[in-house]
C-alpha cells in the first residue's frame, strides 16, 4: 500500500523544496529564532571580547588586548585545560560505555533490554546539581561519612577524602557524568545499531565472523555515523561542563577543577569583567568548533565510504 | 546549489554581527550621572540577600510600629536578590538607572574607587543622618568598622558582629583549661582536648573563610592591627615572613587534626551543630551564632556551658587579644538620585528604631544604639552586648580589603593549603599576585 503512493508524494516534496520561496518561508520563523537566541548573543559577545569593563564603570575599547591576557593568564590556561581534559576523559569513557551497551542491549539482552534500558538512562533526567549534591554525599567524610569509605574501611582501608585533591574530584566528577549519562549514548547508539540490516549481519555469520570481528569488521564501520554524532554530542556538552562542578566541589580544591565555563562566569559575574568574560567565552566557542571539526573532518572520509 | 543556498545567509550573518558589534559598542556607556539632591521615588525599595531574612523581617515591623508614619509617606517594599548574584545585579540595575533606594551591595563596589563608590552612586550615611540629628544612634565603633571596611560610611550596621572563638567551659572546666591568652596556650588547651577524645575546632572548611579567618588573626596579632592596610597600600606584601607565619599556623593545625576528619567538605550548618552538640570544644565564629546558641532545639550543650573569647595573642606580636574582630555585615546602601526627603526620613526612623527592634524581637545585636527598653535578653546574648559595649578598637577580617578577585582565591586556596597540597610560601605568592594583579 504505502509503496503505491510514494512516487506522488515524492513529486509533491520535490515541488515544495524545489521552491526557493517555500524554503524561506519554512525556514524563516525558526532561523529568526535561531539568529535571536543564537548568533546574536554570539556576535554581541565578539563585540564586548574587545572591550573592557562593565555596563557601570564604562567599556573601553582595547582591541586584542583581552585575548593576549588570555593566553599569558595562569588560571585561564589552567582552565583551559580542565575544560579539554574533562571533554576527553568523559568523551572517550562515556561513549565507550554507551557502545558497550548499546551492543548489550542489540545483541545480548535483544527483546528484553526495554528495562535496562530504562534504566540506565533514568539518571539523565535528574538535574545536575541534585546528581552533584548526591554523589558529595557518597564520598563524605568525617561526620558525614558516606557509603564509598564505609566499603574502603570494611576492607581496612582509611577513609578517602576525595574532594580535597584535584584528582580525586575529577574521578569523582567523570564517574558523574558517566553516571547520569551514558543512558542517554547509549540508547542514541542503540537506535544507530538497530538500523544495521539484519541480513547483513546474518551473512557475516555465515562467513565465519563471530563475537569480536564481528563487531570489529561489521557492526562498528556501519554504525560509525552515529557513533560520530554521539563523539561530537559529547565533546560539545563535556567542553562547556559547568553545573557538576561547581555543585560538586565549586571548582575546587583552590580553583585546580575550574573549567573555562566556571572561569568566564566569575570573571564576568563576580568579578564585573565583562570584556575578559566574554573573551573567555569566545576562546570556548572556538574550542567548540575546533574540536567538532577536527572530528569531522578525521573521519568523514570514512563515513562517506 | 550548496554555494548559491548558502549566500544569502552568510550575507545576512555577516550585516547581523556588524549589527550586533556596533550595537554592543552603543551600549557600553550606559547609565545616568549620581550625586546631587535626591528625589523620592514612589516606594521606599529595599533589596536584601535571601540568606538575611533577618533584615526584611525585622524593616516590615519597623514599618508597622515605630516607622508607620514614613511607611504611609513612602510605602516599603522589599526585592530579594541571592547573595551570590549581588554584584551582577546590583551592576545591571546601576546601569539601567534602575537601582532601589536602598540596596546591598558588594564590598568592593561602595569603596571610594569601586564602580558605583567611584561615580557617587552610593550616598554618606553620615551627612544625612547628622542632618537629621541622629547620627549619634550610630555606635562609634560600628561606624569606624564600616568606615574601616569600605573606605566611607556607606553602609547602615544592621548587623554588627564581633568574631573570636566560642568555647564549650563544660569540657574546659572538665579538662581544668582557663581561657588561653597566647597563641600557644591556645594550641596546648586544643591538644589537651584532642588527647581527651574531643575534636578541638569546629571549622566549615567548605565556606572557606573559616579557616582563612584563623590565619588572618594570627596575621593581625603578630604583625598589628593595620596588617591588611599595609598590604593594601603595598607597604608589605604577603609573602613577608609575618604573614607567611599565619599560614603555616594555619597549615599546621590542620596537619595536628585539629580541625576534625574532612573540615574541608564540612558545611557550617554541620560545624554548628558539632559545636552546640558537645562534639567539638571550640569553634571560630561571628556573634551571629547566637541565634543558634539561644535556640534550645539546637543547642545540646546549654546556653550556660557555652564561652566567648577574642582570638588570643601571639607572643611577641605587635597586635593583642583585645582587638576583636568586627564586622557590620554586607554593605547595604542608599542611591543618592532617590534621597529626596521621604527616603531621608525613613533612614533616621530605622537608624532610631532598628537597634532595639531588632535586639528584642530576633535577638540580632546591630550597630545601632538600642533606644527604649529590651526586655527578656538572654543571658549570653547580653554578656556579648557586655563585650561588645567595651570594645575600644576592632580589626577587619582577612580578606576585608582585597579586591573581589584575591578575596575568592584567598578561600578557594585555603583547602589546598591544609591538605599539605599548597606550601604556606606558595598561597600567599599566589595570592599577593593576585593582589599587584588588581592594582
Redesign the interface.
Known amino acids: 500500500m504505502p509503496r503505491a503512493d510514494a512516487p506522488a508524494r515524492r513529486t509533491a516534496a520535490s515541488r515544495v523544496f524545489g521552491d526557493r520561496t517555500a524554503i524561506l518561508f519554512l525556514l524563516l520563523p525558526t532561523l529568526l529564532v535561531y539568529?535571536a537566541l543564537k548568533?546574536?548573543p554570539v556576535?554581541?559577545s565578539?563585540?564586548?571580547s574587545l572591550?573592557e569593563?562593565?555596563?557601570?564603570?564604562?567599556?573601553e575599547?582595547v582591541g586584542l588586548d583581552n585575548f593576549a591576557t588570555f593566553f599569558t593568564d595562569d588560571a585561564a590556561l589552567h582552565a583551559l585545560v580542565i575544560s579539554v581534559v574533562f571533554a576527553v576523559v568523559a568523551t572517550v569513557c562515556q561513549v565507550t560505555l554507551g557502545y558497550l551497551l548499546a551492543l548489550l542491549y542489540v545483541f545480548v539482552l535483544r527483546r528484553g533490554s526495554a528495562f535496562v534500558r530504562t534504566a540506565v538512562f533514568f539518571p539523565m533526567v535528574l538535574p545536575t546539581v541534585a546528581v552533584a549534591l548526591l554523589f558529595?554525599s557518597l564520598v563524605?567524610?568525617?561526620?558525614?561519612?558516606g557509603p564509598v569509605n564505609d566499603v574502603i574501611n570494611l576492607f581496612g582501608g582509611e577513609?578517602v577524602?576525595f574532594?580535597?585533591?584535584?584528582a580525586g574530584t575529577m574521578a569523582v566528577a567523570v564517574a558523574m557524568t558517566l553516571w547520569s549519562s551514558m543512558g542517554f549514548y547509549a540508547v542514541l547508539m542503540y537506535t544507530g545499531l538497530l538500523d544495521i540490516p539484519e541480513e547483513v549481519i546474518e551473512s557475516a555469520r555465515l562467513d565465519g565472523a563471530s563475537g569480536f570481528r564481528l563487531v570489529r569488521h561489521i557492526v562498528v564501520p556501519l554504525s560509525l555515523p552515529i557513533l560520530l554524532s554521539s563523539v561530537i554530542f559529547s565533546l560539545n556538552a563535556t567542553l562547556k561542563v559547568f553545573d557538576s562542578l561547581l555543585a560538586l566541589n565549586?571548582?575546587?580544591?583552590?580553583?585546580?577543577t575550574a573549567p573555562l565555563t566556571l572561569y568566564m562566569y566569575?570573571t564576568a559575574?563576580?568579578?564585573?569583567e565583562y570584556g575578559y568574560g566574554s573573551t573567555i567565552a569566545v576562546v570556548l566557542t572556538l574550542l567548540c568548533l575546533v574540536f567538532t571539526l577536527a572530528v569531522f573532518r578525521s573521519s568523514s572520509k570514512r563515513v562517506e565510504d | 546549489m550548496t554555494t548559491r543556498r548558502t549566500r544569502p545567509f552568510a550575507v545576512a550573518s555577516t550585516a547581523l554581527v556588524a549589527i550586533a558589534l556596533t550595537a554592543g559598542c552603543a551600549g557600553g556607556g550606559g547609565g545616568q550621572a549620581g550625586g546631587g539632591a535626591g528625589s523620592d521615588p514612589d516606594t521606599f525599595t529595599v533589596l536584601t540577600p535571601n540568606e538575611n531574612e533577618t533584615l526584611e523581617a525585622q524593616l516590615t515591623a519597623l514599618s508597622e510600629n515605630q516607622c508607620k508614619a514614613e511607611n504611609e509617606a513612602l510605602p516599603l517594599e522589599h526585592q530579594k536578590v541571592a547573595q551570590a548574584d549581588v554584584v551582577q545585579k546590583v551592576t545591571l540595575l546601576a546601569s539601567q538607572g534602575a537601582l532601589p533606594a536602598h540596596f546591598v551591595a558588594g564590598t568592593d563596589m561602595v569603596r571610594p574607587d569601586g564602580d558605583l563608590g567611584a561615580s557617587d552612586r552610593v550616598l554618606d550615611y553620615e551627612e544625612l543622618l547628622t542632618e537629621a540629628g541622629v547620627w549619634d544612634d550610630v555606635l562609634p565603633a560600628a561606624a569606624s568598622t564600616v568606615e574601616g571596611a569600605y573606605g566611607q560610611m556607606v553602609s547602615l550596621p544592621y548587623q554588627y558582629n564581633l568574631e573570636g572563638i566560642w568555647y564549650n567551659t563544660a569540657i574546659f572546666d572538665e579538662l581544668g583549661l582557663e581561657e588561653p591568652q597566647t597563641f600557644d596556650e591556645l594550641l596546648a588547651a586544643a591538644g589537651e582536648v584532642k588527647d581527651a577524645g574531643y575534636q578541638p575546632f569546629a571549622q566549615a572548611g567548605a565556606a572557606g573563610w573559616p579557616l582563612t579567618r584563623l590565619m588572618g588573626m594570627y596575621i593581625f596579632r603578630e604583625v598589628g592591627p593595620d596588617a591588611m592596610e599595609k598590604i593594601r597600600d603595598g607597604e608589605a606584601e604577603l609573602t613577608d615572613e609575618p604573614y607567611v607565619a599565619g599560614a603555616t599556623a594555619l597549615a599546621d593545625m590542620a596537619a595536628d587534626g585539629l580541625f576534625g576528619d574532612g573540615f574541608n567538605s564540612l558545611e557550617p550548618d554541620a560545624a554548628t551543630a558539632a559545636f552546640l552538640s558537645g562534639r567539638a570544644a571550640m569553634t571560630y565564629d561571628g556573634t551571629w551564632l547566637l541565634g543558634n546558641i539561644n535556640d534550645p532545639a539546637q543547642n545540646e550543650i546549654g546556653a550556660e556551658n557555652v564561652g566567648f573569647m577574642p582570638f588570643p595573642a601571639v607572643e611577641g606580636g605587635a597586635g593583642t587579644a583585645d582587638q576583636w574582630a568586627a564586622n557590620a555585615g554586607a554593605a547595604m546602601a542608599l542611591d543618592p538620585a532617590q534621597a529626596g526627603p521621604k527616603v531621608k526620613d525613613w533612614i533616621a526612623c530605622i537608624a532610631e528604631n532598628y537597634g532595639q527592634q531588632a535586639l528584642q524581637d530576633a535577638g540580632v545585636l546591630s550597630g545601632f544604639k538600642v533606644n527604649g527598653e529590651v526586655t527578656d535578653v538572654p543571658e549570653t546574648t547580653a554578656a556579648v552586648q557586655e563585650k561588645l559595649e567595651g570594645v575600644d578598637e576592632t580589626v577587619l577580617w582577612f580578606e576585608a580589603l582585597l579586591d573581589a578577585k584575591s578575596n575568592s582565591l584567598a578561600s578557594t586556596n585555603v583547602s589546598l593549603l591544609t591538605t599539605g597540597q599548597m606550601t604556606p610560601e606558595q598561597y600567599m605568592t599566589e595570592l599577593q599576585a593576585s593582589v599587584d594583579a588588581a592594582r
Open positions: 539568529v548568533v546574536v556576535a554581541w565578539l563585540g564586548l572591550f569593563g562593565n555596563a557601570l564603570r564604562g567599556m575599547f558529595r563524605g567524610v568525617g561526620d558525614n561519612q577513609s577524602e574532594l580535597v585533591s584535584t565549586n571548582g575546587g580544591p583552590g580553583t585546580s566569575r559575574f563576580e568579578y564585573a
